[in-house]
């Protein structure tokens, strides 16, 4: 199955469950089989070039909260999720969706063990 048929099946997915397309990172090349210029956004949503390719899903929840969450495009299915107060600063929501990508990128691009 393609990388882009990968997201579009997760995105259906999410999709019918409430949540909204909010960001998108991607491999270079992902959605541009090897061009150089690469896209801009994918269903509305803005790409950012990455290690990895994911989608960052967003939802209202309970109590005026805000649920996040970062679904790897991959083989094996992985989500990182984050609920936000509502009084939360976007600043600091920014901050926790930077550790929330740095994690799956530990998770989806192990390093290499130099030390053997």
């Known amino acids: 199955m393609s990388q882009l048929k990968k997201f579009?099946?997760?995105l259906a997915?999410?999709?019918?469950h409430g949540w909204r397309l909010a960001r998108v990172l991607a491999r270079p090349?992902?959605?541009?089989?090897g061009d150089e210029g690469g896209v801009a956004s994918?269903?509305?949503a803005p790409v950012a070039e990455s290690e990895v390719d994911a989608l960052?899903?967003?939802?209202?929840?309970a109590e005026g909260r805000e649920a996040?969450?970062?679904r790897l495009v991959g083989e094996t299915p992985y989500a990182l999720f984050e609920l936000f107060e509502s009084d939360e600063?976007?600043?600091d929501r920014e901050?926790?969706?930077r550790e929330m990508e740095a994690r799956l990128r530990e998770y989806a691009v192990p390093e290499v063990d130099s030390s053997q």
């Not at 997915?13 to 019918?16: G, I, K, M, N, V």
């Not at 090349?29 to 089989?33: E, P, Q």
């Not at 960052?56 to 929840?61: I, L």
Request: charged residues 40%; aromatic residues 20%; glycine residues 6%.
């Open 8 to 10: 579009e099946e997760i």
């Open 13 to 16: 997915q999410y999709r019918r």
């Open 29 to 33: 090349g992902t959605f541009t089989a």
């Open 42 to 44: 994918f269903e509305g």
């Open 56 to 61: 960052w899903f967003a939802r209202p929840s």
């Open 68 to 70: 996040w969450e970062l």
């Open 89 to 91: 600063e976007e600043e």
């Open 95 to 97: 901050d926790v969706r």
